[in-house]
């Protein structure tokens, strides 16, 4: 079990509050929120990676070359939404990557989620799908940058490497996801 290190053993233990699977079509939102001025797609290369300290946290996912974890929140916990929207109603949080190998990969918020969603792995802006494309003579490289939402959401996000989708769930909020 040594794909991307420790963040194998988060998988393990954290299939309840975010999870990976096959890409169905995500369920529609629930929210009428007018979609925001983002941009399509963002790039990150190896000259944009950070070496980020991961830990073996109950809430790191691993779907294909792709692992992420959260720094500052806890999927699936309501509390962790309270009082940290920014002044654009916002809630950002700090939600890394590593990519084991050399494969580049697409991470993609379905359009039904557009208005509520958004990544922010490209400085200064907010994209609805980051490519990142990995140092090839690095065993892992990771991406500093995240998430942010405007409600709690179970966040669908499409993986895409190598001609292969995967869906990556996450849950901001308690039981947004269904029960834990």
């Known amino acids: 079990m040594a794909r991307l290190g420790v963040l194998s053993v988060g998988l393990l233990l954290g299939l309840g509050a975010c ?22 797609t963002g790039v990150r290369s190896c000259d944009t990676s950070v070496e980020v300290p991961l830990t073996a946290d109950p809430a790191a996912v691993v779907v ?27 809630w950002r949080f700090k939600i890394p990557v590593a990519i084991e190998g050399n494969e580049s990969v ?16 490209v400085a200064g802006r907010g994209d609805y799908a980051t490519t990142f494309v990995p140092c090839d003579t690095r065993r892992l490289t990771h991406f500093a940058g ?19 989708t995967e ?9 947004a996801c269904g029960p834990r």
């Not at 995240?146 to 959401?153: L, Q």
């Not at 769930?169 to 308690?174: K, Q, S, T, V």
Request: charged share 15%; hydrophobic share 40%; net charge negative.
């Open 167 to 175: 869906q990556l769930r996450l849950a901001f909020g308690e039981g």
């Open 19 to 40: 999870t990976a699977s096959p890409m169905p079509d995500p369920p529609p939102s629930a929210s009428g929120t007018a979609r925001p001025t983002v941009a399509a």
């Open 64 to 90: 294909g070359p792709l692992g992420v974890q959260s720094l500052d929140y806890r999927f699936g916990v309501q509390g962790d939404l309270n009082a940290q929207a920014d002044a654009q109603g916002w």
């Open 146 to 164: 995240g998430v942010a939402i405007r409600e709690a959401v179970c966040l669908p996000l499409a993986v895409s490497w190598s001609g292969h």
């Open 106 to 121: 697409t991470i993609s918020v379905p359009a039904e989620f557009r208005g509520i969603a958004k990544l922010t792995y």
